[in-house]
């Protein structure tokens, strides 16, 4: 008797990227388009840190200007469950 092999394919509904997505809630069941929060991290704040460092005070304010700078939070905007997180 042969053994028999079963493949199973799981599909994430993760958002992928820094915009707000069309998906289903993993959650809720609901199907949302992500409510996106950015956040400042600790990369950004080093970097403006390094700016007024090396004397270009003026522009340390740019990361925080920037939303490429900020990660992404990503939450269902029906039930507030956190869905993902978009790192830059």
Same mark, same amino acid.
């Given at each position: 008797?042969?053994?028999?092999?079963?493949?199973?394919? /799981?599909? #994430? *509904?993760?958002?992928?990227?820094?915009?707000?997505? +069309?998906?289903?809630?993993? #959650?809720?069941?609901?199907? %949302?388009?992500?409510?996106?929060?950015?956040?400042?991290?600790?990369?950004? !704040?080093? %970097?403006?840190?390094?700016?007024? /460092?090396?004397?270009?005070?003026?522009? *340390?304010? %740019?990361?925080?200007?920037?939303? #490429?700078?900020? +990660?992404?939070? !990503?939450?269902?905007? #029906?039930? +507030?469950? !956190?869905?993902?997180?978009?790192? +830059?």
């Amino acid at each position: 008797m042969e053994p028999t092999v079963t493949t199973t394919f /799981v599909t #994430s *509904a993760a958002p992928v990227g820094p915009n707000e997505t +069309n998906m289903t809630c993993p #959650s809720c069941q609901a199907t %949302i388009t992500t409510r996106v929060e950015r956040k400042a991290t600790t990369k950004m !704040h080093i %970097i403006a840190l390094a700016l007024c /460092v090396f004397l270009c005070w003026p522009c *340390a304010c %740019i990361p925080y200007c920037k939303n #490429s700078c900020r +990660n992404a939070d !990503h939450y269902c905007p #029906s039930c +507030n469950a !956190h869905l993902g997180t978009y790192v +830059n």
